[in-house]
């Protein structure tokens, strides 16, 4: 992990064994690399704070917490945007604009790639399959339209960070 990144306004530290408690509950064998970093700096968010989603540059705004009491804890946030993200992703972190930075299990379940989920013009699948008539796998298919490639791995999501 990158030794220059400032990290502020972590939660307290969160054990290995919690963090990977949380994310099979919630479906997801979570990689070492963001095990590693969110266990000291759930919550905060981090400088510099810049990264690319193509040509289009982006703001990282915190990682989210695997502290209950928080506002931003990681289940709770799940439990928000899994009606609009495809199946296989999973919200970590926020932009100050409401997207979200994910990890994408879709063509690897063991190593996930980072993405970065734009809410505009993202509907609910439920809705979309009731109000427009699509099947399941329609639904699936324009929630993907809304994730966009960021990185390989975690930690390579984080070399991308700059000012």
């Known amino acids: 992990m990158r030794k220059d990144l400032e990290w502020e306004y972590a939660d307290s530290e969160v054990s290995e064994a919690t963090i ?26 981090v400088l510099p704070e810049e990264f690319n989603v193509g040509i289009v540059e982006r703001c990282f705004g915190s990682l989210f917490s695997f502290d209950e009491e928080s506002s931003e804890y990681i289940v709770k946030k799940y439990e ?11 919200p ?14 879709n063509n690897n379940p063991e190593s ?25 796998e ?14 390989a791995t975690f930690t390579e999501f984080l070399d991308k960070l700059h000012d």
């Open 138 to 151: 329609q639904a699936e298919e324009r929630a993907r339209e809304n994730v966009f490639y960021v990185a």
């Open 20 to 45: 990977k408690e949380i994310g099979l509950q919630l479906g997801f064998q979570l990689p070492q690399d963001y095990i590693d970093c969110v266990k000291i700096n759930g919550g905060a968010n």
């Open 80 to 90: 928000i945007y899994k009606p609009f993200i495809p199946k296989k992703v999973f």
């Open 92 to 105: 970590i972190a926020n932009d100050p604009a409401g997207n979200v930075i994910c990890l994408d299990y």
């Open 112 to 136: 996930p790639i980072v993405v970065f989920w734009e809410h505009e013009n993202a509907w609910e699948k439920e809705m979309l399959m009731e109000e427009e008539y699509l099947t399941g």
